[in-house]
């Protein structure tokens, strides 16, 4: 049976708009959907008197794009150069271009492709694309420099390039074996062994067994301990590549083998750097690590900030102490002034009963904004520092592209809006830039205010940085799942930012960036209908996002930190890392995804900065959270 709060959740979601619902328009606005349906039938007489009353509109341009693309195989390099011209600082000059070489690339007209560029382009296709015209032109010699610069990589390019490279060994001697063999290495290190197998047959005679040995050594890692081979330039980087994938299996074998062949082989201090790195950097996850001894050794000699502080966070697990002190100083100055070791070296201290110097670094450490801040502030009972500055604010610029921001949002454009956006930030300078940031603020476009703050690194314009947005949704859904409010709105700032239609790379999508098939699940444990499109839709979103949120909260007991590590990085990978009964702040700063690690502290300082900034009590960790772990000293 479903609760009264149930029940009406469930209605709510059934009376719930959805995408596609009927939006007023301008009539301009409907003018230019209509010049666009014309356009795909050709630009003719009802095309051009449409074009002729929208002469005004801020998407004219949109226009004259789409009509370019049309033609593209009659267009000119004149005329492509006006429009490029006239588009300059907008996203449709690079868009417009890289539609131009494509079309013409494919079509041979290399003149055509040329005329429009001074340079080669930045995207590798259209690279090969610019090459091959220059080949075409006479210009073979920089045409074929292009071609093994992109043929020298890690990967298959793409199949455009195809014609390049297969002119380029039909009309020269083909890749050399220095060439032939840097690409097999790069191949090794990507582990594409079979591009290494195909790079065979370019090599000659001498370098053909060199090659066979490194896709042995690639199969076989644990071969390099056995090498017998006489000395030379490419048997020092192959062992130098073997060494470091062996390294990734067996650190300690991997040592042993370096320490074998160090004296016989003329590797240089580069490699010798590349191979103790990598054997350090998994001797810090491996059981079959080097000796300690060495490591520390190490740690202190190649001075790696990324590597020092890896050992660091293993002992903020272990709470040793003592040698968390002893390799403190070897991280850079910037690196050691990091909040989190700020914290660690006080919290060591503390352990060690140096008591002043540890409440001397809590207390400098409180005055900032941020999760470790925070928690200093909580040792030192000192209230939390929002260290809000906000700039003095000008007037926003009058620019087209502001224009053209409005009207792209109105017609559920938010992609090319985006677009538009970085490109007017790129325009301006920090005072204009945080002015627009307002103005988006006062649009309603959320992630476009949190967007420019972070662009000119405003990090004290709290306001901008951390909206008060969809207010009326995360209350009425934490009112719903018995969910504090302000929790969820932390959330959905760290996971989008504010953005209804974001989607990650791994798919996941809406104000909460729910997976599908979470979704889905939660819908069907709420009893309501699902469709994927709904996910994008912010009172759906947030609805279901605060329901599997709840439902973490309830599996791990009401601990925040648990749950937003389960919300990150999955429930049953929480479940392994709560074996260890650690005090808090050490489970969090030791969990194994940086990812995770690092959005556990965000939500949690995040909702302190929405307490504070809605006039709440505001706690970073409760007595409970703290003893749901452990006790809050490891002494």
Same mark, same amino acid.
Not at 135 to 157: E, Y
Not at 448 to 454: G, Q, S, V
Not at 502 to 510: N, V
Not at 619 to 635: A, F, Q, R
């Given at each position: 049976?479903?609760?009264?709060?149930?029940?009406?959740?469930?209605?709510?979601?059934?009376?719930?708009?959805?995408?596609?619902?009927?939006?007023?328009?301008?009539?301009?606005?409907?003018?230019?959907?209509?010049?666009?349906?014309?356009?795909?039938?050709?630009?003719?007489?009802?095309?051009?008197?449409?074009?002729?009353?929208?002469?005004?509109?801020?998407?004219?341009?949109?226009?004259?794009?789409?009509?370019?693309?049309?033609?593209?195989?009659?267009?000119?390099?004149?005329?492509?150069?006006?429009?490029?011209?006239?588009?300059?600082?907008?996203?449709?000059?690079?868009?417009?271009?890289?539609?131009?070489?494509?079309?013409?690339?494919?079509?041979?007209?290399?003149?055509?492709?040329?005329?429009?560029?001074?340079?080669?382009?930045?995207?590798?296709?259209?690279?090969?694309?610019?090459?091959?015209?220059? %080949?075409?032109?006479?210009?073979?010699? *920089?045409?074929?420099? #292009?071609?093994? &610069? $992109?043929?020298? !990589?890690?990967?298959? =390019?793409?199949?455009?390039?195809?014609?390049?490279?297969?002119?380029?060994?039909?009309?020269?001697?083909?890749?050399?074996?220095?060439?032939?063999?840097?690409?097999?290495?790069?191949?090794?290190?990507?582990?594409?062994?079979?591009?290494?197998?195909?790079?065979?047959?370019?090599?000659?005679?001498?370098?053909?067994?060199?090659?066979?040995?490194?896709?042995?050594?690639?199969?076989?890692?644990?071969?390099?301990?056995?090498?017998?081979?006489? %000395?030379?330039?490419?048997?020092?980087? *192959?062992?130098?590549? #073997?060494?470091? &994938? $062996?390294?990734? !299996?067996?650190?300690? =074998?991997?040592?042993?083998?370096?320490?074998?062949?160090?004296?016989?082989?003329?590797?240089?201090?580069?490699?010798?750097?590349?191979?103790?790195?990598?054997?350090?950097?998994?001797?810090?996850?491996?059981?079959?690590?080097?000796?300690?001894?060495?490591?520390?050794?190490?740690?202190?000699?190649?001075?790696?900030?990324?590597?020092?502080?890896?050992?660091?966070?293993?002992?903020?697990?272990?709470?040793?102490?003592?040698?968390?002190?002893?390799?403190?100083?070897?991280?850079?100055?910037?690196?050691?002034?990091?909040?989190?070791?700020?914290?660690?070296?006080?919290?060591?201290?503390?352990?060690?009963?140096?008591?002043?110097?540890?409440?001397?670094?809590?207390?400098?450490?409180?005055?900032?904004?941020?999760?470790?801040?925070?928690?200093?502030?909580?040792?030192?009972?000192?209230?939390?520092?929002?260290?809000?500055?906000?700039?003095?604010?000008?007037?926003?610029?009058?620019?087209?592209?502001?224009?053209?921001?409005?009207?792209?949002?109105?017609?559920?454009?938010?992609?090319?809006?985006?677009?538009?956006?970085?490109?007017?930030?790129?325009?301006?300078?920090?005072?204009?830039?945080?002015?627009?940031?307002?103005?988006?603020?006062?649009?309603?476009?959320?992630?476009?205010?949190?967007?420019?703050?972070?662009?000119?690194?405003?990090?004290?314009?709290?306001?901008?940085?951390?909206?008060?947005?969809?207010?009326?949704?995360?209350?009425?859904?934490?009112?719903?799942?018995?969910?504090?409010?302000?929790?969820?709105?932390?959330?959905?700032?760290?996971?989008?930012?504010?953005?209804?239609?974001?989607?990650?790379?791994?798919?996941?999508?809406?104000?909460?960036?729910?997976?599908?098939?979470?979704?889905?699940?939660?819908?069907?444990?709420?009893?309501?209908?699902?469709?994927?499109?709904?996910?994008?839709?912010?009172?759906?979103?947030?609805?279901?996002?605060?329901?599997?949120?709840?439902?973490?909260?309830?599996?791990?007991?009401?601990?925040?930190?648990?749950?937003?590590?389960?919300?990150?990085?999955?429930?049953?990978?929480?479940?392994?890392?709560?074996?260890?009964?650690?005090?808090?702040?050490?489970?969090?700063?030791?969990?194994?995804?940086?990812?995770?690690?690092?959005?556990?502290?965000?939500?949690?300082?995040?909702?302190?900065?929405?307490?504070?900034?809605?006039?709440?009590?505001?706690?970073?960790?409760?007595?409970?959270?703290?003893?749901?772990?452990?006790?809050?000293?490891?002494?």
């Amino acid at each position: 049976m479903y609760s009264y709060c149930q029940l009406f959740v469930v209605l709510l979601l059934i009376l719930l708009p959805v995408s596609g619902a009927t939006v007023e328009r301008t009539v301009q606005q409907q003018q230019f959907l209509a010049a666009e349906r014309e356009l795909t039938s050709g630009a003719g007489p009802r095309y051009r008197r449409l074009r002729r009353d929208l002469a005004d509109y801020p998407l004219g341009m949109y226009l004259d794009y789409q009509e370019l693309i049309a033609r593209l195989h009659y267009l000119q390099p004149e005329e492509a150069n006006a429009f490029i011209r006239r588009v300059a600082g907008t996203p449709l000059k690079n868009r417009f271009l890289a539609a131009y070489i494509e079309h013409k690339g494919q079509d041979k007209r290399w003149a055509a492709l040329l005329g429009v560029l001074d340079s080669p382009p930045n995207d590798p296709r259209l690279q090969c694309f610019y090459y091959r015209a220059q %080949a075409s032109v006479g210009n073979k010699a *920089l045409g074929w420099q #292009g071609a093994a &610069r $992109l043929w020298n !990589v890690d990967h298959s =390019q793409d199949k455009a390039c195809d014609p390049l490279f297969q002119r380029w060994l039909r009309e020269t001697d083909g890749p050399s074996d220095d060439l032939v063999w840097s690409r097999a290495l790069k191949a090794f290190d990507a582990r594409q062994p079979q591009l290494i197998r195909y790079l065979t047959r370019f090599a000659s005679p001498s370098l053909a067994p060199k090659m066979d040995e490194l896709v042995i050594i690639y199969r076989r890692p644990d071969s390099v301990l056995r090498d017998t081979h006489v %000395a030379d330039r490419w048997h020092a980087e *192959l062992m130098t590549a #073997g060494i470091r &994938r $062996l390294a990734r !299996v067996n650190p300690e =074998q991997a040592r042993q083998a370096l320490r074998n062949v160090q004296s016989a082989h003329p590797f240089t201090d580069s490699e010798i750097e590349t191979m103790e790195r990598s054997i350090l950097r998994h001797s810090l996850f491996a059981q079959a690590s080097a000796p300690e001894p060495w490591i520390l050794d190490h740690l202190e000699r190649l001075a790696d900030d990324e590597l020092t502080e890896i050992f660091l966070r293993n002992q903020v697990r272990e709470g040793n102490w003592p040698a968390l002190l002893t390799v403190l100083p070897w991280l850079s100055p910037v690196a050691r002034e990091k909040d989190q070791w700020r914290y660690w070296r006080a919290r060591a201290l503390e352990w060690q009963g140096r008591d002043q110097e540890a409440q001397l670094g809590y207390q400098q450490l409180a005055l900032e904004r941020s999760y470790h801040g925070f928690l200093a502030a909580d040792k030192v009972q000192q209230d939390y520092q929002l260290n809000e500055q906000p700039a003095v604010i000008s007037r926003l610029p009058d620019d087209d592209a502001a224009q053209r921001l409005v009207e792209l949002r109105a017609l559920g454009r938010n992609a090319e809006s985006k677009s538009e956006w970085r490109a007017l930030l790129g325009r301006l300078d920090t005072q204009r830039g945080l002015a627009a940031a307002q103005w988006a603020m006062q649009q309603g476009w959320f992630n476009l205010a949190i967007d420019a703050a972070n662009y000119f690194e405003a990090w004290n314009e709290v306001a901008l940085r951390f909206p008060v947005a969809f207010t009326a949704i995360f209350e009425q859904a934490g009112a719903n799942g018995n969910v504090d409010a302000l929790d969820l709105m932390a959330i959905a700032r760290r996971e989008s930012a504010f953005y209804p239609q974001a989607e990650s790379r791994a798919g996941a999508l809406g104000l909460m960036q729910l997976m599908p098939s979470t979704a889905r699940q939660v819908a069907k444990k709420m009893g309501v209908s699902y469709r994927r499109g709904q996910l994008l839709e912010p009172h759906y979103n947030v609805i279901l996002g605060s329901h599997y949120y709840q439902s973490l909260l309830t599996r791990f007991d009401g601990h925040r930190p648990k749950a937003l590590a389960g919300y990150n990085a999955g429930p049953h990978r929480v479940v392994r890392w709560s074996k260890s009964k650690l005090p808090v702040d050490q489970w969090i700063d030791s969990l194994p995804f940086k990812e995770t690690r690092e959005y556990v502290q965000a939500v949690l300082a995040y909702a302190v900065i929405y307490r504070k900034r809605a006039g709440q009590p505001a706690m970073l960790l409760t007595d409970k959270e703290w003893s749901l772990l452990g006790p809050k000293e490891n002494v």
